[in-house]
């Protein structure tokens, strides 16, 4: 009787490999822990009981499977990189051009309307003065106190 298999260590290595796997729920196993284990597999078949092609082809689609599920995982990961990417270059661009608009504000006679609570609001009319960035974003004063883009709602050349 063999004692150990080749590449694959002896039986308590073996098991140890399966223990690493119960004691650490994070990690998984990958096309080339499936191959090693289908090797195991025919290499320790019954002689007299040879595997069947459909239990082979079982194995092998299984086989196919995980290496497909893998590719997806790899694929979602790189769209979920570049999504990203989209995102930031975005928000970037929204902000550039959410400080171009209030420049563009300086000088000019503005309506707002400012929300006051209850679904009520106020209207305040007045010449942009200076724009102020506040956490990144651009905030326009009228008579002295600050306002968000937002809440403009006419421009008077």
Do not use: C, W
Not at 77 to 95: F, G, K, V
Not at 105 to 110: A, C, F, Q, S
């Amino acid at each position: 009787m063999v004692s150990s298999i080749s590449g694959a260590g002896s039986g308590s290595d073996l098991n140890n490999f399966f223990t690493s796997y119960i004691d650490n729920p994070d990690s998984a196993l990958g096309k080339t822990d499936f191959l090693h284990l289908l090797v195991t597999k025919l290499k320790y078949q019954d002689p007299l009981k040879p595997l069947t092609d459909e239990s082979f082809i079982a194995d092998l689609a299984q086989f196919s499977s995980l290496e497909q599920m893998q590719n997806l995982n790899t694929a979602f990961s790189q769209q979920a990189s570049t999504m990203e990417a989209l995102n930031e270059n975005l928000i970037s661009l929204i902000l550039m051009q959410n400080t171009t608009q209030a420049a563009g504000l300086i000088g000019k006679t503005v309506k707002l309307e400012v929300p006051i609570g209850d679904g009520t609001y106020a209207y305040v009319t007045g010449v942009v003065s200076i724009v102020r960035f506040v956490d990144g974003q651009p905030k326009i004063v009228v008579n002295g106190n600050e306002y968000a883009l937002s809440y403009v709602k006419e421009i008077q050349a």
